[in-house]
Each structure stands twice: as C-alpha cells, then as structure tokens.
C-alpha cells in the first residue's frame, strides 16, 4: 500500500469489520505509526464518516452508530451476496411500489462490474420466491446453479447423501428455504434438494431439455406437502377458495374449488393429532372425508377440550385442580 487514499478506505474496511478496533493494530494492518492512523481518522471524520475515539486501557477507534451510513467496502463475493438478496428480497415483496430492496439493487447494480451485474440478473431470473425470502445460501453455489438453469445444462452437485447429477429446472425460495428442483439422473426422477444441504455444485458440458410448462414453485409445494408424509388427509371446508387461501399457509395441503360448493383441502400430515388441532381452529363448518383415523384423532381432541371445558366451570370452588393435588397427582 503506498497511496494515503488507499490506507484511509483501508481503514474503513477495517472499522467496518472489526468494530472498535486499537490503534497500534491499525498501525500494524496498514503497515504505518500510530501518528499515521491519527491522520487517516481525521481525514475520514473530514469526510463526513463519523469515526469515535475511545480512551483507556482497551481503547481505539470505531464507527459512530446512528450517525449518517458510511461508505460500504465491499469484496466481489459480498458485493453479489448483497446484490443476490436484495433482487430475491424484491421479488417476494410483491407488485406495487419498488420496495427498499428493490431501490438499494439499483443502487448496487450502478456500481457492479458488468459481469458480476449479469451473474446476479441471472439468479434473480431463475429463483421463484412465493413469500418473504431468506437470506442467500454461498453465493457462488446460487450462482452456479442459476446460470446451469439458464443455460439449461446438467449439474453436479455434492448432495449431504452423496454426489448428484440434476438437470436444474429452477430455484424456489419457500418458507425461508431455498431449493433447487431438477431431474435426478440417480433416481430418474424430479426431485426437489434443499441448498442448505449442496456443498458444491459445477455445471457439466451437457444439455438437457426441461418439461413444457414446468412450474417449479408447484412442484416444490407439492413435494413439501404430500412427499413422504405419513397420512394423506381429505376435508370439505364450507368456504371460498379465496378465504381459504388468506386463512392456510401454503404447506398446510392442496386447495381444491368444489362444483356444489366449498373447497376440498387435500394434506399430507404426518401426525393427525396435529391435523385435528388445525381443522378446530378454523372459522368455517367442515367434514372430514378421509381417512377415518383422521375422525379418531378429532374426536380425541374434542374429548379434551370438553373434559377442559368441564374442569373450568367447576373451578369456582378454589383453585382448579385442588383436590388433584392434595392427593399427590394433577390434571
């Protein structure tokens, strides 16, 4: 480093990563005295960063908090980091006016060189986001797999099971997760990875053609709601698709519209217990269609609130549970 612009940015990286930091350690980063670090801080605070001093044993220097935003110094890697969340934060804020995500990606973008810029416009283009994201998994496994979705040619990824060669239909951001769905040349199937389980991935010389009409999103929905679930539920709800759709999340089953009326909500579940809870806190009239232990499980369920209900109405005699209790067991 021989250029005093250059120390002072450098000390700014180093503000912004570390906090407070002591000033002959600054000394020693930048490669001068501690009389040197004293100029740096003052032409920092001459351009409007506000840089605080801190006296005593465990003194130094740091970056004044609710002050104005000092400039960022960002590395290639955290610049697309950046820039990949925000244009995945955008997509799932939904239309309307450009959200802060939106309006800080354009602001990145300005200064992104044109090929990192590309690689972060082909990530946005390839990854459906279906409500509020997540943060970005390794930025360069996003990008790989981006890039193979456009350009349609097979990947390698190394999977927590073992190495997989997919052919990448699309990247699906869903309930805070990533995921990239492609056809397994393993299982000769679609299948749906989660990213936080890929370590790697490279794309391989060889082309595929994905299926007409593919919808990613669906297919991931679809997977996460009946894939290897222990029960398959059925329920008539006495309501409109619309209102069902406001009131159930996304991974609670299939919507289906009825022709005489109502909706048929079609689940995987893994525990019907569970399923009885959530079909009682719904505000509409329903019938359970199938399958009968689904019936068990809500007639349980109604036994304990009945049995709850029971204990509350009796509980004006003193604390509900008292005579429990004094014989050494509780309700």
């Known amino acids: 480093m021989s250029r005093p612009t250059t120390r002072v940015l450098s000390l700014l990286e180093v503000l912004q990563d570390r906090g407070l930091v002591p000033a002959d350690e600054l000394a020693r980063r930048l490669e001068v005295d501690t009389r040197a670090v004293r100029r740096y801080v003052t032409a920092l605070r001459e351009l409007g960063v506000p840089v605080e001093s801190v006296r005593g044993r465990y003194g130094g220097y740091r ?7 000092p400039p960022l110094m960002l590395a290639d890697e955290e610049a697309v980091a950046v820039a990949a969340a925000l244009a995945v934060a955008g997509e799932g804020a939904g239309a309307g006016e450009p959200s802060p995500a939106d309006r800080a990606l354009i602001k990145l973008n300005r200064v992104l060189p044109a090929a990192l810029r590309q690689r972060v416009d082909t990530l946005a283009a390839a990854t459906s ?13 996003a990008l790989t797999l981006a890039t193979a979705v456009r350009a349609r040619r097979t990947v390698r990824i190394e999977h927590s099971t073992g190495p997989r060669e997919v052919d990448p239909f699309g990247l699906v951001v869903h309930a805070r997760r990533w ?4 056809h397994d040349h393993l299982r000769d199937a679609v299948r749906v990875f989660r990213l936080d389980r890929v370590t790697g991935a490279a794309e391989l010389p060889r082309p595929f053609s994905p299926p007409e009409d593919f919808d990613p999103v669906a297919h991931v929905l679809h997977a996460l709601t009946f894939g290897g679930w222990a029960h398959r539920t059925e329920v008539w709800l006495d309501t409109d698709l619309d209102s069902a759709r406001a009131r159930l999340p996304a991974t609670s089953g299939e919507l289906r519209p009825c022709p005489d009326g109502g909706v048929l909500l079609v689940s995987g ?5 569970g399923m009885a809870r959530l079909l009682a806190g719904l505000p509409w009239r329903f019938t359970v269609l199938g399958p009968p232990a689904l019936v068990d499980a809500l007639d349980a369920h109604v036994a304990s609130l009945t049995g709850a209900l029971a204990r509350s109405r009796g509980a004006g005699q003193g604390r509900p549970g008292d005579e429990d209790r004094s014989a050494g067991t509780f309700p």
């Open 63 to 69: 970056l004044a908090r609710g002050a104005r935003l």
């Open 129 to 141: 986001v279906t409500g509020p994201a997540a943060l970005t998994p390794d930025p360069e496994l």
């Open 179 to 182: 995921y990239l769905v492609g």
């Open 269 to 273: 579940v893994e525990q019907l217990p």
